[in-house]
């Protein structure tokens, strides 16, 4: 994991980045991979579970937007999901 030293300059934008990465890979890692079963879960509870479901979902669209390799295709994905929110 290497810090792009380049772009940013002090010790705030290096711990600026290491949170993203972090948040990002617990985003790509943990909570995408047990959607399925959450969903499941949340959808037994009736609307307020489907609420809560869709505040996940956009959410985690949130983080790929500020964080994820595509922020282009994950801001248009978070505008969507935002929208049915």
């Known amino acids: 994991m ?7 300059g002090n010790a705030g934008g290096y711990i600026n980045w290491l949170v993203g990465k972090g ?6 890692k943990v909570v995408k991979s047990i959607m399925p079963i959450i969903n499941a879960l949340l959808q037994s ?4 579970g489907s609420m809560v479901a ?7 669209s ?3 937007a500020l964080f ?5 295709q994950s ?5 969507q999901d935002f929208k049915s929110f």
Do not use: E, T
């Open 54 to 60: 869709k505040g996940i979902r956009v959410g985690s």
């Open 75 to 79: 801001k248009q994905q978070f505008r």
């Open 23 to 28: 948040v990002s890979w617990m985003n790509d």
């Open 45 to 48: 509870l009736g609307p307020a």
């Open 62 to 64: 949130a983080v790929d």
């Open 2 to 8: 290497g810090f792009p030293a380049s772009i940013y």
């Open 68 to 72: 994820g390799p595509n922020k282009q």
